[in-house]
Structure formats: structure tokens, C-alpha cells
């Protein structure tokens, strides 16, 4: 059963990066079917996309994020990730790792960051 | 940029049938698959319906996806609704650049 797990810190300042790793287990990152990617949520809010990447490095981030985004990927560690450089409070939200073939068929669990002086 | 809009919140009595709209702010909605998600509180969303229509194994058919081109909408119906069916929904497609889309999403309540 394929599983992902998100980790990374859970207080982030304000202006600094945020970093988040998405580690893959029970399959493999780099399964020509799938993009990997984020979605964040922040408290009692929708969800917002923030970006994919394929396995070859191949990337699609949100308009909106896109001059703060950087997704990467690492197929031997089987893990990819993210950063989002200066943050704000309104970057405050439960982050989740994703999987997308036919639909976003796996999620992470998700991981509450706060942007917090 | 391509948005996609959906009721705030629906409510309706355990038994009945009820239907959630998705609407696309341009273009056609049948271009790109829609898909359905059902998110309770504290934890990840599931999927409900993929590809306008399919639903994964283990999903009820009580859950029904339909698109309908002339009013640009796609929709989630419920039928035979059930207390466990009370959580938010979010549709969610791709833009022109294969940009995922999300709905604001739909908080379903069942009493």
C-alpha cells in the first residue's frame, strides 16, 4: 500500500523558507504514470494546489506561488519536496503531499505549519 | 485564470438525494476531467468520483458524477444520503497548463 509521509518543521518565521520533504514508501517515485505534488489548506479554509513534478524533474506550480515555489525531487531517496521562500502569516496551512494519476488518489496526512515570529 | 465555483453549503434529510454544482468560470468544463473529493474534519481528503464519472472501488454507488456542457457545471449527486456522508466536498479540475484547479468546496450537512 503505497504511503506518503510529510515532515519538516512546524514553525516557520516570517520572511524565511519553508521546507517540507514527502517521503514515498510502497512504491516508487518514479512510476511514469504519476506527478507528485502539494496542496496546502490553510485553518477552516479550501484547498489551494501549489505545484506538481514529475519524475523527471518536469514541473507545474500554481500562477499565484509560482515567483515563491520550488519543487525538487530526489527518485533515490524516493522522496521530493518543497520550499516556499518568504513567508507570511497567509502562508499558515496544513500542508499535504499528494499523489495525482487518475485523480489525486493518495494523500499525506498532512502537517500544520504556522508562520510565526 | 480558470476558476471553479461551488454552493457554500448544502443540507438535506437522511434518505434523500442531493446535488452538489461545480461551475467553470471559462472555457468548456468538459474539456478536462473533473473529479470529486470528500474531506471530514481533521483529516485528508478521499476520492469520491474521478474522470467526471468513475468511482474508485470501495465508493458507494450511491455517489453519481455528471457533467453537463450547456451550463458549464460539473456535479456530485448523493443518493440514499446517510449521517457518514456529512463532510465538505471539493471538486477540482486542470486549467489550459495542466494547473490543478480546486472548487471553494461544500460543506454537506445531513440532518
Known amino acids: 500500500q503505497l504511503q506518503l509521509q510529510e515532515s519538516g518543521p512546524g514553525l516557520v518565521k516570517p520572511s524565511e523558507t519553508l521546507s517540507l520533504t514527502c517521503t514515498v514508501s510502497g512504491g516508487s517515485i518514479s512510476s511514469s504514470s504519476y506527478y507528485w505534488g502539494w496542496i496546502r489548506q490553510p485553518p477552516g479554509k479550501g484547498l489551494e494546489w501549489i505545484g506538481s513534478i514529475y519524475y523527471s524533474g518536469s514541473t507545474y506550480y500554481n500562477p499565484s506561488l509560482k515567483s515563491r515555489v520550488t519543487i525538487s525531487v530526489d527518485t533515490s531517496k524516493n522522496q521530493f519536496s518543497l520550499k516556499l521562500s518568504s513567508v507570511t502569516a497567509a502562508d499558515t496551512a496544513v500542508y499535504y503531499c499528494?499523489?495525482?494519476?487518475?485523480?489525486?488518489?493518495?494523500w499525506g496526512q498532512g502537517t500544520l505549519v504556522t508562520v510565526s515570529s | 485564470n480558470f476558476m471553479l465555483t461551488q454552493p457554500h453549503s448544502v443540507s438535506e434529510s437522511p434518505g434523500k438525494t442531493v446535488t452538489i454544482s461545480c461551475t467553470g468560470s471559462s472555457g468548456s468544463i468538459a474539456s478536462n476531467y473533473v473529479q470529486w473529493y470528500q474531506q471530514r474534519p481533521g483529516s485528508a481528503p478521499t476520492t469520491v468520483i474521478y474522470?467526471?464519472?468513475?468511482?474508485p472501488s470501495g465508493v458507494p454507488d450511491r455517489f453519481s458524477g455528471s457533467i453537463d456542457s450547456s451550463s458549464n457545471s460539473a456535479s456530485l449527486t448523493i443518493s440514499g444520503l446517510k449521517t457518514e456522508d456529512e463532510a465538505d466536498y471539493y471538486c477540482q479540475s486542470y486549467d489550459s497548463s495542466n494547473h490543478a484547479v480546486f472548487g471553494g468546496g461544500t460543506q454537506l450537512t445531513v440532518l
Open positions: 474522470e467526471d464519472n468513475q468511482r
Open positions: 499528494a499523489r495525482r494519476g487518475r485523480s489525486i488518489d493518495y
